[in-house]
């Protein structure tokens, strides 16, 4: 297949790896970028349905920031749906991994509603171990090694740690199934729960409210077919938006951006290549 014109602005940005097998954890997914650009690179960062983090090696600078002037440097977790923030690089190397929320707290070794829309430092999670590991990713021969090195990693920690209660990644599983257009007062009355406990167990779990984890699907879902070169109005129309400008205040919302821009941004684009062969992770669950 030919490439497009914003596959082949991140080609000159970007090597993208990926795994050849999936993670033995489900719902972790990996990929590794190494900067081949001339210069400092400035992309947006597109919000996805995952605990994000980015594990940097080598000598190179990473920066998010948005536009109020925060900052976070380095390797670095980010909570689910971050939005409206922007990747700063320079010559760098990282493997980026997206871990579902279900696994997020025991992966992780945080409740996800602690880091809610936050990005910390990783070596606030994982305290010293942090340096080893980078240490580890940069002496790796190959991205197939740095890959086992951090899929080992992730299932060793995910053995050890504490599940979620299995009628909310139920709840999980059907906004990702629905697409995000699921009612959540109707997966309430299927559980028998009552919408305040249903809203009070998954936020302290996954980390956000169901309503907003649905919205976040919805996103999601616009986002990636808005990089497959759909027009914002079809998108918008087949993707559960009452109308247009519903869809319009949600890409502002996520991103700080309208739809027509977010789908010409590189950002998009690399997002898809990087990551258009990983779904997320559903599993046959009952509650």
Same mark, same amino acid.
């Given at each position: 297949?030919?490439?497009?014109?914003?596959?082949?602005?991140?080609?000159?940005?970007?090597?993208?790896?990926?795994?050849?097998?999936?993670?033995?954890?489900?719902?972790?997914?990996?990929?590794?970028?190494?900067?081949?650009?001339?210069?400092?690179?400035?992309?947006?960062?597109?919000?996805?349905?995952?605990?994000?983090?980015?594990?940097?090696?080598?000598?190179?600078?990473?920066?998010?920031?948005? $536009?109020?002037?925060?900052?976070?440097?380095?390797?670095?977790?980010?909570?689910?749906? #971050?939005?409206?923030?922007?990747?700063?690089?320079?010559?760098?190397?990282?493997?980026?991994?997206?871990?579902?929320?279900?696994?997020?707290?025991?992966?992780?070794?945080?409740?996800?509603?602690?880091?809610?829309?936050?990005?910390?430092?990783?070596?606030?999670?994982?305290?010293?171990?942090?340096?080893?590991? %980078?240490?580890?990713?940069?002496?790796?021969?190959?991205?197939?090694?740095?890959?086992? #090195?951090?899929?080992?990693?992730?299932?060793?920690?995910?053995?050890?740690?504490?599940?979620?209660?299995?009628?909310?990644?139920?709840?999980?599983?059907?906004?990702?199934?629905?697409?995000?257009?699921?009612?959540?007062?109707?997966?309430?009355?299927?559980?028998?729960?009552?919408?305040?406990?249903?809203?009070?167990?998954? %936020?302290?779990?996954?980390?956000?409210?169901?309503?907003?984890?649905?919205?976040?699907?919805?996103?999601?879902?616009?986002?990636?077919?808005?990089?497959?070169?759909?027009?914002?109005?079809?998108?918008?129309?087949?993707?559960?938006?009452?109308?247009?400008?519903?869809?319009?205040?949600?890409?502002? $919302?996520?991103?700080?951006?309208?739809?027509? %821009?977010?789908?010409?941004?590189?950002? #998009?684009?690399?997002?898809?290549? $990087?990551? $258009?062969?990983?779904?997320?992770?559903?599993?046959?669950? %009952?509650?």
């Amino acid at each position: 297949m030919r490439p497009t014109v914003h596959e082949c602005d991140v080609a000159a940005v970007w090597d993208i790896a990926r795994p050849s097998r999936p993670s033995r954890v489900a719902g972790v997914s990996m990929a590794g970028f190494s900067d081949r650009s001339a210069g400092p690179v400035d992309g947006l960062v597109v919000p996805h349905p995952a605990f994000t983090v980015v594990l940097q090696f080598g000598d190179g600078s990473l920066v998010v920031d948005d $536009a109020t002037g925060w900052q976070q440097r380095g390797s670095l977790v980010a909570g689910l749906g #971050l939005g409206a923030v922007r990747m700063r690089s320079e010559n760098i190397e990282c493997l980026e991994v997206r871990v579902s929320p279900v696994v997020a707290h025991a992966v992780l070794g945080v409740s996800p509603a602690e880091l809610d829309c936050a990005v910390v430092a990783v070596e606030d999670l994982w305290g010293p171990d942090t340096a080893r590991i %980078r240490q580890q990713l940069g002496d790796a021969l190959s991205w197939g090694d740095r890959f086992a #090195l951090t899929d080992a990693l992730f299932a060793r920690r995910h053995e050890t740690g504490p599940p979620v209660d299995p009628e909310v990644a139920w709840v999980w599983d059907r906004i990702i199934v629905s697409g995000g257009s699921v009612r959540v007062e109707d997966l309430a009355v299927e559980l028998g729960w009552s919408r305040k406990r249903l809203w009070s167990r998954f %936020r302290s779990q996954i980390g956000v409210p169901p309503k907003r984890a649905a919205k976040l699907v919805r996103f999601d879902h616009a986002a990636r077919r808005l990089a497959t070169g759909e027009s914002a109005a079809r998108v918008a129309a087949e993707g559960g938006y009452v109308d247009q400008s519903h869809f319009h205040r949600d890409v502002m $919302a996520f991103t700080g951006t309208t739809p027509a %821009r977010l789908a010409s941004d590189p950002g #998009l684009a690399e997002y898809d290549i $990087a990551w $258009a062969s990983h779904g997320t992770f559903v599993q046959d669950r %009952r509650p």
